[in-house]
Structure formats: C-alpha cells, structure tokens
Antibody, heavy 118, light 110 residues
Framework: QVRLVQSGAEVKKPGASVKVSCKAS????????MHWVRQAPGQGLEWMAI????????TYAPNFQGRIIVANDTSTNTVYMELSRLTSEDTAMYYC???????????WGQGSLVIVSS | QSVLTQPASVSGSPGQSITISCSGT?????????VSWYQQHPGKAPKLLIY???NRPSGISYRFSGSRSGNTASLTISGLQADDEADYYC??????????FGGGTKVTVL
C-alpha cells in the first residue's frame, strides 16, 4: 500500500533552516509528483511546492520563493523540503502529499511539526 | 487571505443535506477541471473527497458530491452524519501553474 513517512518534529530558532524528509513506498516513486503543504496552528492549508522526482518540474508558491528548496534522493525514494530564514510564522505542521496526476492529492504523510521559537 | 473563498462555517442536522461553496475566478476554479475537496478531522491529515470537480475516489461515500457553476465549485454532503463534523477545504489549479486552497469551512452537525 502507498505510504508516505515523514521525519519527526523539529524545534528551530528564528533565522535557522529546517529540512523535512518524506519517504515514499508502495508505488513507483518516479511516476507521481509530490506536493508540500503546511498548516499553521488553528489555520487552513497552505500550498508550498510541487516537485517531480524525475526533475522535470519544480514549482514553488510565491510566498516561499527564494527560501524553499525541494529535492529528492531516488535511491531511497525520499523527497526533502528545506525552508530557510525561519520566523515564528513558520511554526506549522508540514505535510508531503502525493499528486494523483491531476492536481489533487490522494495520499498524505503523517505531518512533521516544526516549531520556531527563540 | 485565501485565493478561494469558502464560508467559515456551515451546520445541519443529522440526515439533512448541506452545501459548501468555493468561489474563485476564471483563472482557477472556473478555468480548469482540477478542483478538489478535502475533509480534515482534528489532529489528522486531510482526506481526498472529490477530484476533478465531480469525481469520487474509491472508498468515498456517495453522500459526498461535487459540482461547479461558473467560477464557483460546491461540495454537497447528503444524509449528514455525526462523523461528517470536520473541516473541509477546496483547492484548484491556477493559471500560474500553482495550487491554491480555500480558507476552509467548519461543518457542525447539530
């Protein structure tokens, strides 16, 4: 079965960077794009990026352009999302989510909580 | 402020039908068939209910249905049940090759 397993919670200081991983299994990794979506406490969903494991497409949301990098390791079927210059407003649950080849998500990771605090 | 506009809350009694709207523009909801809906219970990851405006994934109850008129998409939940109490989000592909979400709607079962 399809599984997306994310890395654990992180606590970071303002100005630091965080790298969240998402290990995929149960399907052919290269044939589905991956989204990153975050959700601040008590808030709605916010799209961050879409990434193609074959390197064909990477698009970042304007709100994150310049401080987000999404990359992968095809040998381990893992996608990474790195967000830099963190502020308290980046405190959120971060999800990786598989695109079903139609700009919707059929599988979600369990989420990785990132807390930014001095 | 979200690009797609949803009502903050909708409520209904068990067995009733409710409809959640998702208002966008011709650059997103009205321009592409890539509109989807998600249900999220507290502390859980979202769950796909509807994709490509009207399609239900395998395993999703027929009580959930999607539609669109112009630049507004809608999710209808029929035969409302206690477990339907959750947050609901719409999303859409956009002209700029981005993906956007609505602000979310809290559904309360009275």
């Amino acid at each position: 079965q399809v599984r997306l397993v994310q890395s654990g919670a992180e606590v970071k200081k303002p100005g630091a960077s965080v790298k969240v991983s998402c290990k995929a299994s149960g399907y052919t990794f290269s044939t589905y794009n991956m989204h990153w979506v975050r959700q601040a406490p008590g808030q709605g969903l916010e799209w961050m990026a879409i990434f193609n494991p074959m390197g064909i497409l990477t698009t970042y949301a304007p709100n994150f352009q310049g401080r987000i990098i999404v990359a992968n390791d095809t040998s381990t079927n893992t996608v990474y999302m790195e967000l830099s210059r963190l502020t308290s407003e980046d405190t959120a649950m971060y999800y990786c989510a598989r695109d079903n080849n139609g700009w919707s998500v059929d599988y979600w990771g369990q989420g990785s909580l990132v807390i930014v605090s001095s | 402020q979200s690009v797609l506009t949803q009502p903050a809350s909708v409520s209904g009694s068990p067995g009733q039908s409710i409809t959640i709207s998702c208002s966008g523009t011709s650059s997103d909801v009205g321009g592409y068939d890539y509109v989807s809906w998600y249900q999220q219970h507290p502390g859980k990851a979202p769950k796909l209910l509807i994709y490509e405006v009207t399609n239900r994934p395998s395993g999703i109850s027929y009580r959930f249905s999607g539609s669109r008129s112009g630049n507004t998409a809608s999710l209808t939940i029929s035969g409302l049940q206690a477990d339907d109490e959750a947050d609901y989000y719409c999303s859409s592909y956009t002209t700029t090759s981005h993906w956007v979400f609505g602000g979310g709607t809290k559904v309360t079962v009275l």
